[in-house]
C-alpha cells in the first residue's frame, strides 16, 4: 500500500506564508540597518527572485508590504527607491521592532522615551481631570501588585506595564493610547530598553507610581502630568546602557 507518510521534500518545504515573512523581514532588516538606503534603487525582480530563490509572487508581495509600511515607492519605469526613515510607519510592530534591535546609539529609544513621557503625561492629567472612585480602585490595585512583586523582576515589570496600560485606559484618550500602547509593548520586549537595573530600582520605580497615583486621585492633572513624565524619563536615564562604539573607533 501507497505509504500515508509525508515525504522529506514535503515535511521540509515552508509554506508560502512562511516563506514569505521570511523575505519581508530580510527586507525590513536591510533597510533599517541601511544596506539599502534612502534614495537607492532595489535591485529588479528578476534578481530578487534569484537572490532570493523564491518565486516572483513572493517578492511582489513583499515589495506590497514594504510599500504599506511606507519604506519604499515603486514606480513603473523608474525602479523600486528606499523611502527615508521619515516615511516609514514606526508604528508597524515588525519595522518598530527592527528599529530598536538595531538600535546601537540608543538614540531610537531615547526618542521612544521623550514620545512616551510626552502622550502618557498628557493621558495622566486626563484621568486626573476625571477621577471617580472606580478610577482610584483601579489605580490602588495597580500600585498593590506592583508593591507585592518588588522582589521578583520579570512579575514586577509585567505590573508596571499593566500600571501604565490602566492609566492610558483611564485618561479616555483612545487615539493617544493606542500610539502610547504600541510603544510599550514592542520596546519592552528589548533588552536594551530593560536596560540596568541600578541600586533599588524597583523601589524608586515604585515610589515614582505612587506620586502618579496620589497626584491622580487628588484630582491634581498638572501634577499628575509632571510625576508621569519625570518617571517615565527618570527611569530610562537610570537603566540606560552606555552607548556602543561604532566598529572601528
Known amino acids: ?3 500515508s507518510e509525508p515525504t522529506a521534500s514535503a515535511r521540509t518545504r515552508r509554506p508560502i506564508e512562511r516563506i514569505g515573512a521570511t523575505v519581508l523581514r530580510e527586507f525590513v532588516q536591510a533597510i533599517v540597518a541601511g544596506e539599502y ?3 537607492q534603487i532595489l ?9 532570493f530563490g523564491v518565486s516572483r509572487t513572493v ?3 513583499t515589495m506590497k508590504r514594504l510599500q504599506e509600511k511606507g519604506m519604499i515607492t515603486v514606480a513603473q519605469g523608474r525602479g523600486t527607491h528606499v523611502q527615508p526613515i521619515t516615511s516609514w510607519n514606526v508604528l508597524d510592530p515588525l519595522v518598530l521592532s527592527t528599529m530598536i534591535s538595531n538600535d546601537r546609539t540608543l538614540g531610537v529609544l531615547d526618542d521612544l522615551s521623550v514620545v512616551r513621557s510626552a502622550l502618557e503625561a498628557e493621558m495622566a492629567g486626563d484621568a486626573a481631570a476625571t477621577v471617580d472612585d472606580q478610577t482610584r480602585l483601579i489605580l490602588r490595585e495597580r500600585i498593590e501588585n ?3 512583586s518588588v522582589s521578583d523582576s520579570s512579575v514586577f515589570r509585567d505590573a508596571d506595564v499593566q500600571f501604565h496600560l490602566a492609566v492610558m485606559d483611564l485618561s479616555g484618550n483612545a487615539l493617544a493610547a493606542n500610539i502610547a500602547r504600541a510603544l510599550i509593548l514592542h520596546a519592552v ?3 536594551r530598553y530593560t536596560g540596568l537595573d541600578p541600586t533599588r530600582a524597583f523601589e524608586l520605580t515604585l515610589a515614582e507610581h505612587e506620586a502618579v497615583v496620589e497626584a491622580i486621585d487628588a484630582g491634581d492633572a498638572r501634577r499628575a502630568r509632571e510625576a ?4 517615565i524619563l527618570g527611569s530610562w536615564q537610570r537603566r540606560r546602557l552606555p552607548t556602543e562604539k561604532s566598529p572601528g573607533m
Open 1 to 3: 500500500m501507497p505509504s
Open 37 to 39: 538606503g534612502p534614495g
Open 43 to 51: 535591485p529588479t525582480e528578476a534578481e530578487l527572485t534569484a537572490e
Open 59 to 61: 517578492i511582489r508581495e
Open 146 to 148: 506592583m508593591a507585592e
Open 189 to 191: 520586549h528589548s533588552d
Open 228 to 231: 508621569m513624565r519625570d518617571h
